[in-house]
């Protein structure tokens, strides 16, 4: 007896994209009313979602083809650059080289949760499976980035506004890791908390997208939720992970071995 819950999934033309491209009309038209002035922004933001996930589209289709471990290589490294320089972009403060750090932290993250979540919890073989490691690497970056800029901007802040307080610490015999210890703390924390708030509400308010997306394609609800707690875990891992290692780096450079925080080398990002 078939499952009834595992019904095809329903495909759309270009007739139907063209159909769900009048809903962007709603808020343009919300800000024409309201004079938010936000109807140019909204239709470059329409063409680019378009042309960037149909041309995302056909390279994956490719790339799950031809299974080629150079090809998801270079276009993981793609990926890490992008989302790394996102996550430098948005913070009001940098320092020289957070491009660097960002990319390193953000490489090491998406090593480590994709190969754990494909390898051990999955059971993929190979681990690095485009259909597998693509997409899921992608979730891992687009949400830890996030965890990034807001730990880059609540320690650069932080720093840079109270750096007599964290140098008068330091004149009074606090070591360096003492006095980067409430600010590295508090960073972490700040970069950590859209993701538990998702994780509060995930099932009663928002219905993620990939768990959405799976039982468009019709698959059994139960199974989707299964993906996706392991999906939300993983966001909350990666991160954690990645706001942590940010700030340590941010605090290795900034603090100097001989217990000296070098607030002069923050500076704000060009708006």
């Given at each position: 007896?078939?499952?009834?819950?595992?019904?095809?999934?329903?495909?759309?033309?270009?007739?139907?994209?063209c159909i769900a491209s009048a809903l962007v009309l709603v808020a343009?038209?919300?800000?024409?009313?309201?004079?938010?002035?936000?109807?140019?922004?909204?239709?470059?933001?329409?063409?680019?979602?378009?042309?960037?996930?149909?041309?995302?589209?056909?390279?994956?289709?490719?790339?799950?083809?031809?299974?080629?471990?150079?090809?998801?290589?270079?276009?993981?490294?793609?990926?890490?650059?992008?989302?790394?320089?996102?996550?430098?972009?948005?913070?009001?403060?940098?320092?020289?080289?957070?491009?660097?750090?960002?990319?390193?932290?953000?490489?090491?993250?998406?090593?480590?949760?994709?190969?754990?979540?494909?390898?051990?919890?999955?059971?993929?073989?190979?681990?690095?499976?485009?259909?597998?490691?693509?997409?899921?690497?992608?979730?891992?970056?687009?949400?830890?980035?996030?965890?990034?800029?807001?730990?880059?901007?609540?320690?650069?802040?932080?720093?840079?506004?109270?750096?007599?307080?964290?140098?008068?610490?330091?004149?009074?015999?606090?070591?360096?890791?003492?006095?980067?210890?409430?600010?590295?703390?508090?960073?972490?924390?700040?970069?950590?908390?859209?993701?538990?708030?998702?994780?509060?509400?995930?099932?009663?308010?928002?219905?993620?997208?990939?768990?959405?997306?799976?039982?468009?394609?019709?698959?059994?609800?139960?199974?989707?939720?299964?993906?996706?707690?392991?999906?939300?875990?993983?966001?909350?891992?990666?991160?954690?992970?990645?706001?942590?290692?940010?700030?340590?780096?941010?605090?290795?450079?900034?603090?100097?071995?001989?217990?000296?925080?070098?607030?002069?080398?923050?500076?704000?990002?060009?708006?």
């Amino acid at each position: 007896m078939s499952d009834p819950l595992s019904n095809h999934a329903i495909n759309l033309g270009f007739f139907d994209l063209c159909i769900a491209s009048a809903l962007v009309l709603v808020a343009a038209l919300i800000s024409y009313r309201m004079r938010l002035g936000l109807e140019r922004q909204l239709r470059i933001a329409a063409l680019r979602t378009v042309v960037q996930l149909l041309l995302i589209g056909f390279v994956l289709k490719k790339i799950f083809m031809m299974e080629n471990i150079w090809a998801i290589l270079v276009l993981s490294v793609i990926m890490v650059v992008m989302a790394g320089r996102a996550a430098v972009a948005r913070p009001k403060r940098t320092v020289a080289g957070m491009n660097w750090l960002a990319m390193g932290a953000l490489s090491l993250v998406g090593f480590v949760t994709t190969f754990s979540v494909t390898a051990i919890i999955i059971g993929v073989d190979p681990w690095y499976k485009a259909q597998y490691a693509i997409p899921l690497l992608g979730m891992i970056l687009g949400n830890s980035l996030n965890g990034l800029s807001l730990c880059i901007d609540s320690m650069l802040e932080s720093l840079s506004a109270g750096w007599r307080e964290v140098e008068m610490e330091l004149s009074l015999g606090a070591s360096r890791w003492e006095a980067a210890q409430r600010p590295l703390a508090e960073a972490v924390r700040r970069g950590m908390m859209p993701t538990i708030n998702s994780m509060m509400v995930v099932g009663i308010v928002s219905l993620p997208g990939m768990m959405t997306g799976q039982i468009l394609e019709g698959a059994n609800p139960v199974s989707a939720v299964k993906y996706q707690i392991v999906v939300m875990f993983m966001i909350a891992a990666s991160t954690a992970m990645g706001s942590l290692l940010i700030a340590f780096l941010m605090y290795k450079r900034l603090f100097n071995a001989r217990h000296q925080l070098n607030h002069q080398l923050i500076h704000s990002t060009k708006r």
